[in-house]
């Protein structure tokens, strides 16, 4: 069975950090490119950072970073510097494009606030 699973959210006053994790098992995790995206409330869902080419968006460069560990199956993402903005459900995607297989989690949810 394939799954995703993210963990790590939680409330955080701003100016703080937290790092979140994606788990993967049913599949061959290191064939796939890992991408974090988030939505915020009234929101589309905005791609943060992807593993495939170490993109960033704008908003949170240099503040976030998305590393991972093939050997563990998981995919981190860690944030410092939290904003109120930053307050979102977060997502774990996984894709190949040959497969052309794409896969999400059911998501975090950061709340940053005081």
């Known amino acids: 069975q394939v799954q995703l699973v993210e963990s790590g959210g939680g409330l955080v006053q701003p100016g703080g950090s937290l790092r979140l994790s994606c788990t993967a098992s049913g599949f061959t995790f290191s064939f796939y490119a890992v991408s974090w995206y988030r939505q915020a409330p009234g929101k589309e869902r905005e791609l943060v950072a992807s593993?495939?080419?170490?993109n960033y968006a704008d908003s949170v460069k240099g503040r976030f970073t998305i590393s991972r560990d093939t050997a563990k199956n998981t995919v981190y993402l860690q944030m410092i510097s939290l904003k109120p903005e930053d307050t979102a459900v977060y997502y774990c995607?996984?894709?190949?494009?040959?497969?052309?297989?794409?896969?999400w989690g059911k998501g975090t949810l950061v709340t940053v606030s005081s």
């Open positions: 593993s495939a080419s170490t």
């Open positions: 995607n996984a894709f190949n494009s040959f497969r052309n297989e794409n896969y």
